[in-house]
Structure formats: structure tokens, C-alpha cells
């Protein structure tokens, strides 16, 4: 979606999209609580060790699971996966467990271009608590 198009959607297109979205729980909304919970990955040298270890190598955005994750799904991937309305999502599991996700996304590629921005600019993101 273009910037355009987010500033001529109307309220009613805004409250539908945001219906939608609460909807999903492909992609549950995160909750206060729910963040609370989370670490900075810096605070977690066996996680970060982890994470650097399951990386190494190419992945393919076909799979189910990447390389990094052994048969039973453990250790750490992104999944990239399409909803029932035919749009791309990705998924961060560690462990099988979902992390967190993301999209929708009009193509694969795009998806794709998700997880390599999260790949790059991830581990020097700064965290803003906009909850605070």
C-alpha cells in the first residue's frame, strides 16, 4: 500500500482494516502485558549465540522450516506463509514458538525483504515503549 492510498483511506476503510486485523489470530495484536515479557536481545548472550548460529547459510522462503531449525522446529527461523486471503505473512519462531509476525505482504518478495530488513537493522534498533 502507497502512502497515497493510507492518506485517502476513510474511516470506514480504517475501521474495517482494523477489524481485520483484531480478527487474525494469525497475527494476535500485542499487548502491553504481552511485551512486558519480552528482553532486549543484547540481555541474552545464549539466545544471541543462538540466533547467530541458526542464520549461517541461505534459506528458502518455500519452506516450513529453514535451515537453523532441526526436524522438530527447534532453534530459530523466519517463516514466511500465506493467510487465507491469499497475502504473504512472516513469522519468527524460536523454539516452534512464535516470536512475533507480520504483514500482510503482496508478494513473497516483499516479505522477503521484511525479514532481511529485520536481519540487518534489528540488532541496533533502539525499543521504543510508545505503551509508556
Known amino acids: 500500500m502507497a502512502l497515497a492510498d493510507i492518506e485517502r483511506t476513510t474511516p470506514e ?6 477489524a481485520a486485523a483484531m480478527s487474525d489470530h494469525d497475527n ?5 502485558e504481552r511485551l512486558s515479557g519480552f528482553r532486549r536481545l543484547a540481555d541474552d548472550p545464549a ?3 543462538r540466533l547467530q548460529a541458526s542464520a549461517a547459510g541461505p534459506f528458502s522462503a518455500e519452506a516450513k522450516s529453514l535451515p537453523g531449525a532441526d526436524a522438530a522446529g527447534k532453534g530459530a527461523l523466519f517463516e514466511i506463509y500465506q493467510d487465507r486471503a491469499g497475502a504473504f505473512r512472516v513469522r519468527f519462531k524460536v523454539d516452534a514458538e512464535t516470536k512475533f509476525s507480520g504483514g500482510p505482504y503482496r508478494s513473497r518478495e516483499e516479505a522477503r525483504g521484511a525479514i532481511d530488513l529485520l536481519r540487518q537493522a534489528g540488532s541496533v534498533a533502539r525499543i521504543v515503549d510508545a505503551a509508556a
Open 13 to 18: 476503510e480504517d475501521a474495517a482494516i482494523t
Open 28 to 32: 494476535p495484536p500485542l499487548s502491553a
Open 47 to 49: 539466545m544471541l549465540a
